[in-house]
């Protein structure tokens, strides 16, 4: 089973500033360990909620960096919100992890 | 979307069964579109850009692409992308020379600004290219980004 | 004849102007890597190994089912906060001075069971695998971020290890005829694009301090400074130092001593 | 085990160490001995390599700088270590002596021998390479700047060589002299500094 996210949503004004670090290989199906090919696998899509409603969806490649971190940025939030992101990868396997918007500072 | 919404209309969808799936078209989650293989796997950005319905991209100085000039590795470049594009839906990334150039889409909802911050492997010096639909266009700009050899190589 | 020509023609271009790079000047490279270094730092994927060594500080594992929480990281048992900025530093149960990595494998054996031969046998991380050591330390390190390093210099086997670092640190040998002070002994050098601070100076030393443990880009993996100890002594092509030996943690006392007073900002991000 | 083994073996000097600490001393034999418990050969990069031979002996001793009659005697001898091609030929291919100098691999652990040059790991060469170290002087315009003579092209191909016999405490390796290059590589890559075709001299 895949290791949890790091979700951190920090609000500054009425913005949340969502950075999320996911652990995940992210293999391109092109590196080689010994003289075996490592397969393809990859994270394919990300979503991420905020108090239930779906707020920024991704769908992605390969060529995202080994162990991907993204952030976004979601105005009209305030402390204590719902940030619910998960991930789904070309083998099916997936992973939820959830945090609160806090105040920048607390 | 709008390219599904394009392949909608193409395949002569009726507009009673457009507007019924009207909620979920509108909203930009990907429970609708799947992830787009035709475009993923395209060897081209040409390629992949056809697979995922862009057409007509206009190019905008309102994107901007945060990036460096010179990696310190390509394994991890951190590409922020912003739309100053009023009513932008999703962006788009390209990395041009990469052996699968489309990237990703990111889209936004729900009071979502229109930012990403990502960070991408890149394969060698190339254009990292940002397309972005807003209003229903499509409009892009790219940042060159230039790889070189860090260490000592052994 | 022919040794007299040569030195000769040696000597005229001593003394002719060699058009140099512009090494003076700030480097924009360096400036361009700085900038985009301190964001990636912002979220750092080390966190997902301090996370992970956090864990395993705190489990009940080894041969003795035991915890590390009774390791003494210098401020006494299980006290974490602020150790790493003060070590390595000497302990009197083994008599010998360790930094935070062999100090913490000290413990995995002599609390939890460990064998240090098996913890030495795969040190260092690779795509698929990330050792524990390599994860507590990471986890002890994030413990002191923000702190200033203080590796104490009391005990004379303090002093006579920092000494005992400088002499390794300046020490020329091997294929190539390097040293550690090759690369890093001199201002405003660089291998390929790669800044290479000079260790012999405060404001540089903690430029290498204050990164590590830290994960690096190349290959996405966490690795602390025991593997960057050991990477340059590969690349200056000497025989292998030991994993956690006595070696590294006196030229980890020398760096550290030096960037004494500065502040450590690590767990960072790594070429 | 070496961890608690390393303190019991270092007592003795270090208690020597501490009796005598008011008085400043040379802390290299101790150092030494601690490098020869804890290394051990690893692939080509066998435990001799901890021996100074008696160049690094010398630049170790005297911090790099050392008096001009020890630098003349230790030169003079590390001239007469080069050999110089039998064919007299000291030019080869530029295009080869390039790939050689973007190679930074050989005669680590990790190495089976001798691989690249290493030498844009320290040196400006090329103009299409903006990747490059500054430990060296830059080597951009080599030929365009000294001239194309024969003197030249042995300085070249020597100093590749060996660099020790031409500044004893030069930071550069003996290319030729401890085998990390063949004969060729080193006439490629004196054909990449020295010949007037070569992308450095335009």
Redesign the interface.
Known sequence: MADPMKIRATLQGDVADVRVLMAHPMETGQRKQGDKVVPLHFIQNVTAQLNGATVFSADISQSISRNPVFAFKVKGAKAGDKVVITWQDNTGDKRTDETTVRAAGS | MESTRRKLLKAGWGLGLLAAFGAALV????AL?A??KGA?EAKTMADGMKALGVANAVESSEIVIHA??????G????IDVTSNIPGTSSISVF?EK???P????????????A???????LGETTPVRAVVVAGGKYYTTAKEVKV??????? | MRHALVLGIAAALAAAPWPQAAAQAPDPTAAEFDKFREKMEETNPAELFEAKGEELWRARRGPKNASLEQCDLGLGPGVVKGAYAQMPRYFADVDRVMDAEARIVHCMVALQGFKYEDLAKQPFSNATRTPDPVSITTYVAAQSGGMKLAAPQNHPKERATYEAGKAIFFYRAGAFDFSCASCHGEDGQRIRTQPLPNFTKPDQAIRAAQGWPGYRMTGGVMHTLQWRMNDCFRQQRFPEPAYASETLSALLAYLTVNANGHVYRGPGIKR | MRLASAGLLAGAALALLTSCAMQPRDHRPEALAMMKRDFHARGIAGMDRLNEDAVQAACNKYGDNPPRDVAENLQKAQVATIKWPADGKLLGDWKAGERIAQNGRGMSWSDKGGVGGSCYNCHQIGPGESSFGTIGPSLYRFGKLRGYGADMQRYAYGKIYNAKAYNLCSQMPRMGHVGALTEQQMKDLTALLMDPASPVNQ
């Open positions: 909203k930009p989650g990907r579109a992830w787009n993923f460096p000039q010179i990696a310190e590795n394994a991890v470049v951190p990395i990469n052996p699968f489309y990237t990703g889409t990111f889209d936004f909802a729900q009071g979502a600004i930012f990403v911050h990502l960070r991408a492997k070189t050899i860090g260490g000592c190589g052994g």
